[in-house]
């Protein structure tokens, strides 16, 4: 890895010569820079992260510029072009816009079917919905695990939408990924690592939330976990970061997207309904996602918000989600991501 180690104001010659006798030491060529303000050294040796802390705590240091990005398979040095990831008809990161969009959880067999059409005739790409169900409370509904997932396949069969849906145990990740096209990590588990590992060894796209509390670079290295074990096929997700805004359930952060887009070649959507937590701000704020770059966006819908056995104030009813759709066809077109000529959709509609 390649280093630039700047040194305070202040630093004394002897601290520089203890910084330069110490990356030799960890097998770092150096070379020195004394400029009138301060001095620099860059350094190029071996890769290993824990040496940027160590020299970050040593005397005289002001801060530490790692040149190589930590994160390499999922980052724009490695992979110079965006990527696309397939899943079932739907590409997720190519030009057109992809909606993902359902209930919060698969509450039974009938509330799902009928979400699943309605959302496929306002023009969505994919179905979602939880069958395990990360809930902050234990007496909150659990989800119907493995008989949700069988609800979720019948869905797809229906309706030709292939299915996304959250595995929160790393000893079910193989139960899911025989009924799901996509697995969804949660934001509560977006650094459960032997979770990230177990997806890795799967051959099915992942889509990866962004923690609670997570920074980009923190995310970025959570979806090093699932590429450096094989599995390439990540897609990130926007939901929300925890400020001290109680306005909204999350701070929708969407200078995420251009930052993703700048350090990854992952593609990225936005989950403005957990990023909100109130279905009014959703359609806004799925406008600004798409605008931002976003390249596509996962929306939480029932048929009765008012009976939903989770999220139901940030689900939004199928006629508002069709006015959604219409909103961010526009911004689409203005950008040039024309949502009409989405490929999915067309191309779903013509498969069945
Ligand atoms: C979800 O999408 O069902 C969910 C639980 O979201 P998050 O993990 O972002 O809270
Ligand atoms: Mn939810």
Not at 132 to 160: D, M, N, V, W
Not at 218 to 242: F, H, K
Request: glycine share 10%; with cysteine.
């Amino acid at each position: 890895m390649t280093l630039i180690v700047v040194m305070e104001h202040q630093a004394s010659q002897g601290a520089v010569d203890a910084l330069i006798a110490r990356l030799r030491e960890m097998g770092f060529d150096t070379h020195l820079s004394v400029g009138v303000e301060r001095t620099i050294i860059g350094a190029i040796g071996p890769k290993r992260p824990e040496y940027i802390q160590q020299l970050g705590a040593m005397a005289g240091v002001d801060r530490i510029v790692p040149i190589l990005q930590p994160f390499k398979l999922a980052g724009r040095e490695f992979h110079a072009e965006g990527t696309a990831v397939q899943v079932g008809a739907v590409t997720i990161g190519a030009e057109p816009l992809v909606v993902m969009a359902g209930p919060c959880a698969v509450e039974g067999e009938e509330q799902l079917l009928k979400i699943a059409r309605e959302i496929k005739s306002a023009g969505a790409h994919m179905l979602r919905g939880g069958a395990f169900k990360p809930r902050t409370s234990p007496y909150s509904f659990q989800g119907l695990e493995e008989e949700g997932l069988r609800i979720l396949a019948l869905a797809r069969e229906q309706t030709g939408l292939p299915v996304v849906t959250e595995v929160v145990n790393p000893r079910d990740v193989e139960l899911v990924a025989q009924y799901a096209d996509m697995l969804q990590i949660g934001a509560r588990n977006m650094q459960n690592f032997t979770l990230l590992k177990e997806v890795g060894k799967t051959q099915k796209p992942v889509l990866l939330k962004r923690g609670l509390s997570a920074t980009v670079e923190e995310w970025l290295m959570a979806a090093e976990y699932i590429i450096s074990g094989g599995n390439e096929d990540v897609v990130l997700c926007e939901r929300g970061i925890r400020t001290y805004e109680t306005e909204t359930r999350n701070t929708l952060d969407l200078s995420a997207v251009p930052a993703i887009k700048h350090y990854s070649h992952l593609p990225v959507i936005v989950d403005p309904s957990h990023g909100t937590g109130r279905w009014r701000y959703v359609t806004p704020m799925a406008r600004a996602a798409v605008a931002a770059g976003a390249d596509g966006l996962m929306v939480e819908v029932h048929s009765e918000p008012e009976k939903a056995l989770s999220d139901g104030a940030q689900s939004l009813t199928p006629k508002n989600f069709q006015q959604l759709i219409e909103e961010v066809e526009k911004i689409a077109e203005a950008i040039g991501r024309d949502a009409r000529q989405n490929v999915i959709g067309v191309q779903v509609n013509e498969t069945q």
